[in-house]
């Protein structure tokens, strides 16, 4: 014998219509059993309805906490990158500045004064990289904030009713029995019919 119906059973949409298992209306929502052992039909308001199903185990929502961790990674990674980038620029335009004459080597120590409004463009680039981080910060709130929504809207598995798994479970031992009649008869062997007479 099978092992015994748990009540436990998880939201599905199946590619065909079929009747509501309650009501008889049409409707693509399945419940299955998380054993496998039973699954059937149902419609989205009986779903809704403390009386005949109670949503169980919610999947759990990362943290703002956790969010930020996986940001701050993010930003090292990218950070890493970056400066490994650099260093292979820097590499290219060592060798490029050897190659330079004595004049090009001059003329760029003419431009050399140039720091203060290379400063001035840094200060503009900090402020533009502060703006970036609060923009990333509002996103990432907003995914936070979605996440918990729809883990809210559905649970992970649908507990029943103990009047509706009662229901399920004579249902599920009636097709048990008739599984097992029909195997007991397909087994037997009946006489044959004797052809000498």
Known sequence: MSAPLRNAYVEKTATTERSCYICMKMTVKVLTAKDGGDFFYVCASHL????????????????????????????????????????????????DDSQKSAASKFGSAVFSGLGTI??????????????????????????????????????????????IFFLRQNEVKKKAAKKGATETLNGLSFPRVPKDI
């Open 118 to 163: 290379a400063s001035a463009t840094a200060s503009s680039v900090s402020s533009f990289i502060n703006d970036e981080e609060a923009k990333q910060a509002r996103i990432q709130e907003q995914e936070y904030q979605k996440r918990l929504a729809e883990a809210k809207k559905k649970p992970a598995y649908w507990v029943l009713d103990q009047k």
């Open 48 to 95: 809704s309805d403390p009386g005949f199903a109670q949503g169980e185990g919610y999947p759990s929502v990362p943290t703002p906490e956790a969010l930020a961790a996986v940001a701050a990674i993010r930003k090292k990674k990218a950070e890493a990158e970056k400066k490994k980038q650099e260093e292979t620029t820097a590499a290219k335009t060592s060798t």
